[in-house]
């Protein structure tokens, strides 16, 4: 069965077509990035209609649906429609804009638009669960991304700044063979690693310090994402032991992380752990996220989540504590959920590395 198949199985049966506009989601359905384009997805065919930038390229890779160069559209789509006698329109209601739908609407009105979340959120819990293919690149995103920070611990040292840190990560990451980076690349030291997303500036590192490296590789359009908190010189006796927690933390969620359990079940095992050793109120962020086409995409393992995990979906897990005006440690890897545990995608070291 294929995607489209798939995303039919979990709509409404009045829903008699599905446009997908969105560039990420077009891209998983066709398999081809573009930044224009709308695919018009029914039950028995698809159709991409893609402007003349992309024409000679969508027709050379797109096996799955029917090309067309877009050149009048809204007459295409009335004519599509027509072929296939459409009455129920399904949009994806989180990512259109206003102004979009209003056009479609306006233009379109002898048609009817189902514009609640049913496309979007069947289109989400298809992305969640990954296949082969997929988890085969975003394995390759993170071998990618492992070796930049193999390379990166032998250019951490006194004096260089947190900025030389990321562009040297990045660098390295697209050097190896990433089509981008999965996001702005995060490296802070010292009293800065207490920011969970702070921005890399030109501040150098100082003996003694954390530098915490929150990083990641597209692959073939997957992400992954990783961060390591390293130390340059000796730490303090409490930054030991904040690190030894979190890494406590981390280790037993992932030790619990399998199919069939709650996202915010997975988030209490590292949440009971950093509250229990009186850090709970320096841990303020989910533990994790879905990590796939987007570098933050559902599920979610956070204490409001009661999403029941699947086979084959891929969490983070990335628990932190975060002491504002002293320093902060987060150690995350990402994990493809199995029916009794789950497989760690990321290989890298993780206990404290003394740089």
Known sequence: MNKTEKLFQKLDDKIDCVLITSDVN??????????????????EKSYLLIDFRYIEKARNTVKNA???EQNDFINQLKEIFKKHNVRNIGIEAENMTVKEFSLYK???????????????????????????EEINCIKKAQEIAEYAFDEII??????????????????LMLENGAEAISFDTIALSGANTSMPHGVPSD?????????????????????????????????????????????????????YAKA??????????ARTIIKE?????????????????????????SSKSNHILRENEIVTIEPGIYIPG??????????????????????CEKNILFL
Not at 326 to 347: A, Q
């Open 26 to 43: 077009r891209r998983y359905f066709t398999g081809m990035k573009s930044s224009a384009g709308c695919l018009v997805v029914l039950r």
């Open 277 to 301: 050793n009186g850090y709970g109120n320096c841990f303020g962020h989910s533990l994790g996220h879905g990590v796939g086409m987007e570098i933050h995409e559902f599920p979610n393992a």
């Open 106 to 132: 306006s233009k379109l009105n002898n048609y009817n638009f189902i514009d609640d979340n049913n496309v979007s959120s069947a289109v989400n819990m298809l992305r969640a669960v990954k296949d082969d």
């Open 326 to 347: 002293k320093f902060g440690v987060r150690i995350e890897d990402f994990v493809v959920l199995t029916k009794e545990s789950c497989i760690n995608i990321t290989k």
């Open 154 to 171: 032998k250019f951490i040292k006194v004096g260089v700044t947190e900025r030389e840190i990321a562009m040297k990560l990045d660098y």
């Open 260 to 269: 069939g359990i709650t996202g915010s079940e997975l988030d209490n095992v």
């Open 66 to 68: 029917e090309v067309i």
């Open 203 to 255: 501040k150098k590192v100082e003996k003694g310090e954390f530098v915490l490296m929150d990083f990641g590789a597209v692959y073939k359009g997957y992400h992954s994402d990783m961060t390591r908190t390293v130390c340059v010189g000796e730490p303090t006796d409490e930054m030991l032991k904040v690190y030894n927690i979190v890494l406590k933390a981390q280790n037993a969620a992932i030790s």
